[in-house]
T-cell receptor
Framework: QKEVEQNSGPLSVPEGAIASLNCTYS??????FFWYRQYSGKSPELIMF????GDKEDGRFTAQLNKASQYVSLLIRDSQPSDSATYLC??????????FGSGTRLSIRP | EAGVAQSPRYKIIEKRQSVAFWCNPI?????LYWYQQILGQGPKLLIQ????????DSQLPKDRFSAERLKGVDSTLKIQPAKLEDSAVYLC?????????????FGPGTRLTVL
């Protein structure tokens, strides 16, 4: 059974600080990794994807991938109240299939 | 570019009734997905179409759920008969093609409540 694990949270971070979200996956053959943001009552929206070991930066967001440790993370710098949401980690385990984690609920406190 | 469209947005039915959901993907997107998202959980893939063919339906409860994508464009998902545990948000997503980074674009979802 291929799995994607996330801490459900809530993760509480002060405004302006760095929020760090983590995800582990079980399938060593996984190729692509995605972070989605989901506001309450809304559908998931893609923030970033990463497929190579190392860091990938986009504005305030940085995705980090370590395939040897089967670990992917998302850093949010200068956290804003609008970043409060559930963050879903998703892993492509085959050419056509993505598996989602259960999400981490992030709360940015003013 | 118009996004993924879904209807209805909300549906309340009693157990053992039937219900159908409709999805129209982004124009030109070959791949269409139906997900079930239970409150507090991540989306779970029910079925995936590539054009009008089924790629993966391994997690679709086939005794009560069915889906079709005639003509390779829009799709319907049906539940018959519904059970209490089917209460969830049903998300439709599309992506340009299989074998890319598989970026998926989600519709607004249909929230189903089974009483």
């Amino acid at each position: 059974q291929k799995e994607v694990e996330q801490n459900s949270g809530p993760l509480s971070v002060p405004e302006g600080a760095i929020a760090s979200l983590n995800c582990t996956y079980s399938d060593r053959g996984s190729q692509s990794f995605f972070w989605y943001r989901q506001y309450s009552g809304k559908s998931p929206e893609l923030i970033m994807f990463i497929y190579s070991n190392g860091d990938k930066e986009d504005g305030r967001f940085t995705a980090q991938l370590n395939k040897a440790s089967q670990y992917v993370s998302l850093l949010i710098r200068d956290s804003q109240p609008s970043d409060s949401a559930t963050y879903l980690c998703a892993v492509r385990v085959s050419a056509s299939k993505i598996i989602f984690g259960s999400g981490t609920r992030l709360s940015i406190r003013p | 570019e118009a996004g993924v469209a879904q209807s209805p947005r909300y549906k309340i039915i009693e157990k053992r009734q039937s219900v159908a959901f409709w999805c129209n993907p982004i124009s030109g997107h070959a791949t269409l997905y139906w997900y079930q998202q239970i409150l507090g959980q991540g989306p779970k893939l029910l079925i995936q179409f590539q054009n009008n063919g089924v790629v993966d339906d391994s997690q679709l409860p086939k005794d009560r759920f069915s889906a079709e994508r005639l003509k390779g464009v829009d799709s319907t998902l049906k539940i018959q008969p519904a059970k209490l545990e089917d209460s969830a948000v049903y998300l439709c997503a599309s992506s340009p093609q299989v074998g890319t980074y598989n970026e998926q674009f989600f519709g607004p979802g249909t929230r189903l409540t089974v009483l």
